[in-house]
């Protein structure tokens, strides 16, 4: 399994070969049970449940192996969007495709039936010159190449931006002060929308469950929509405030996201930004208080650069990725209210939602198999690699393969070596037989990758190779790997390395362990208070020495006043 799909179950069961050709892959549906494929030809496959028609391949309920979407297949596709029982696809091309369920209506010779419902089982063309979507529980929006928007869909909450009166569900229409209609199909004619943003390019499109936010040239943020938490970023005391209006606290918005009931924005000074709907923490800000008035993010009370966020339209996690490479997750986690962002082992944002969130995507992820290696990944693959060395390393009558200049750039030891005339005789075999040939073999791995691969119990003698060869930085990395595996049953073995090589900071950290640790006795019984005993009593005794030192220092001070 590739490793950029290793956190979706639903892609284990393909084969190894056809994951090889995959190009782009989109997860969604309530479990992650749904999947769209891209291959690197141009193909395009359905995977999982075909619930509401959403896999777009026709009469299926279930597959569980590869369908063709053949409304797609060739098609250039860039990305893909999806609600609570629709999706769209977006072609390179700027053509835009939509299928799935549809409800609370369709149209029928230009009149929409409030009581019918109907499904699309396969993409149909929607609109060209479309560079952006984005889709809502039950409403859509696209962006144009002229940089308008267009909106269709439910609009019970004017989540399209405005009041349409052409035709209403009520049976008193005469008396409905809400006219607002359910727009199946955008008719991409003037709208209230396009009169609204005449002036202005709009560049950046989000939806929320009921409700859409968008972002305009200078960076100005517009939402419409329900705001029954505040979602809007703004206060609301009657349906009118509802349409479409500006978010007065934004100049330098770059990119906006939303959650179910919630909205973060990122701004051109890597801030974040959140307000709405908080019941799980996803605004991020230490409590769960909903907020209509945007709320800035902090780390532990700390402002750190952001470079990327993250929501689903239907969930409520919150992720955003620092400036250093990190993915920080808040909100629903597991299950978990997480009030404050927190930070993760993973450096993108799909592998920390997939792990903490709902199993879904928040956008197609692409993939990047056919890239060029970087450097680390070609100096690990030249690593014993026999075809393109030019010196071999035996140790226990094996062979290392490496590379001189490597060994040259990266340690004294060889540096000082092939100062000598050896090297200019050709020669290319050196022996040693001073440490074991695993462990030698990962100091020369180490050289390459800078990182150790040997197991824990080993790491000790790759030590002692360190303390030889005057190794400074792989000393420190041995005693961060020892530190991360001190146990019960080794921290007196690790404390006897420590004071062996004079290593007063991992003394330090054995001691501490073993105090703060003192509960596992009841665990390891006699055996482990007299690890701590036998630990702490050399510790003591050297503190007992310099106390008396420090008080016959004090005595001669006295005596001499």
Known sequence: MCSE????????????????????????GKLGN????VTKDKMVYGLGNDINGCLGIGNENVTLELKKVEALCGK???????????VLALTKEGEVYSWGYYHRGRLRDGIIDDNDTFMLNTPTLVKHD??????GSNHSVVLTKDYKIYMWGNNKYLQLGYFHSQHCFCKNEENCGRKSSLILEPTFKDTPILAFFKEMKVVYVSCGGTFTIVITENGDVYSCGYNCVGQLGRPSNNDLDNMLRQVDFFNDAVKIVCGFEHTL????????????????????IGNKQCSSKPILVKYKLQRIKWIDIAALPCYNISVALSEEGRAYVWGDCCGQSILTPTATSFSNVHDAIAYYGPSVMHKPLV???????????????AFDESSTSDLKIQVEGQFIHVHKAILKIRSEYFKTMFQHDWIENNQNVIKHDQFSYVVYKAYLKYLYIDAIDLPLEMVSELLDLAETYCEKNLKQTCIQMIKQGITASNVEYFYGIAVKYTLEELQEFCIKFALNNHKLALLYADDFAKQVQNIIKPFITKACEVSNLVILSLKDNAHLK
Request: aromatic share 12%.
């Open 130 to 135: 479309i560079i952006d979507i984005a889709c």
């Open 34 to 37: 749904e999947a769209l494929i």
């Open 5 to 28: 799909l290793r956190s979706w179950p639903i892609f284990n069961s393909l084969e190894p070969k056809f994951v090889s050709q995959i190009h782009m892959v989109f997860v969604y």
């Open 367 to 381: 993939l990047y198999m056919n890239k060029e290696p970087s450097v680390l990944e070609s100096l690990k693959a």
């Open 265 to 284: 924005a990122l701004t051109n000074g890597r801030e974040i930004y959140a307000w709405g709907g908080n019941n799980n923490g996803q605004l991020g």
């Open 76 to 86: 250039d596709i860039k990305t893909f969007a999806c609600g609570s029982g629709h």
